[in-house]
């Protein structure tokens, strides 16, 4: 039998059949790890990652968008394989890095999906540069609340895989960010294991971690009048196995967000696109056409 879930799955399951290139560029002196596909004279589509995380999480979409766009898939300053520069990653870093990344690359404008941490570095790159901005879309996003139960567990799972990365370690941590077993793939948990295991990810995760420390992620969530401030299109989607903070945050932000759309999820957890591609590929599509 070769069905959908008895047939051997990974990252090339996805990417097997996609022209991408991987490569790392300088973003002022971070060494920065992407993975491009489409044409660079269609529409940008820059794809961000969450907190820990690597442009792999994107592994499903890459492909399906690069029919129409210019992909552009990051590993964020500090993340995944980029580099780790001696200071804190609030989120004025990452968006300062992510507007060096699309200077580098020559790209005035462009649309952003993010997930979790990159919603909320989408967000904020979307207020302090509308010009640069065509369309969001918004998955499992972070930035409005912030309970300290939610900082407590992510900082305890996150340094406990780090300080001892383990498969059992590492495993742990996708319970929390994938809803079903078969989804939770050897592929993904090796991948982050591999990162968590270099001396520099050790050295760089109390930088990583700072948006869980209640005072850093206080002065740097965004407002409701600043979520109503945002004007470009967007697309928030709605996780129903998510944990609660960032299901009543996407809830409000969909509200606040004056020119903004819900597609509701309900099966995936924290990575829609990555546990449920074809929903997620075919909504961002429609939108980001549209």
């Not at 968590?196 to 002065?219: C, F, G, S």
Request: with cysteine; charged share 20%; net charge negative.
């Amino acid at each position: 039998m070769n069905d959908a879930r008895t047939e051997y799955r990974s990252l090339w399951t996805w990417l097997r059949e996609v022209e991408f290139c991987q490569r790392w560029v300088d973003v002022n002196g971070v060494a920065t790890r992407i993975a491009e596909a489409g044409s660079s004279s269609r529409p940008a589509v820059v794809l961000l990652h969450g907190t820990g995380g690597h442009w792999e999480v994107y592994a499903p979409t890459i492909g399906p968008l690069s029919a129409d766009f210019h992909v552009i898939a990051v590993d964020m300053v500090g993340n995944g394989f980029s580099g780790r520069p001696d200071y804190d990653y609030e989120i004025a870093v990452y968006v300062a890095h992510l507007a060096g990344l699309l200077d580098v690359l020559g790209i005035e404008r462009a649309s952003f999906i993010g997930m979790s941490l990159g919603a909320w570095v989408a967000a904020r790159f979307a207020l302090d540069h509308p010009d640069r901005t065509d369309k969001l879309i918004l998955q499992s996003p972070a930035g409005l609340i912030a309970t300290a139960s939610n900082m407590a567990r992510i900082r305890a799972e996150r340094t406990a895989a780090v300080e001892n990365p383990t498969w059992e370690s590492i495993k742990a941590m996708f319970d929390h960010l994938i809803a079903d077993e078969e989804n939770r793939i050897p592929d993904i948990i090796a991948l982050r294991q591999a990162i968590y295991r270099t001396p520099a990810t050790r050295d760089a995760i109390d930088h990583v971690l700072i948006l869980q420390d209640p005072a850093a992620r206080e002065r740097n969530l965004l407002t409701q009048e600043q979520w109503a401030a945002i004007a470009a299109p967007t697309l928030v989607v709605a996780s129903g196995k998510d944990h609660s903070e960032y299901m009543n945050t996407a809830q409000q932000v969909a509200r606040l967000i004056p020119n903004s759309t819900t597609v509701e999820m309900a099966q995936v957890r924290h990575w829609p696109a990555f546990e449920d591609p074809e929903t997620f590929n075919a909504a961002a599509l429609r939108f980001l056409r549209g």
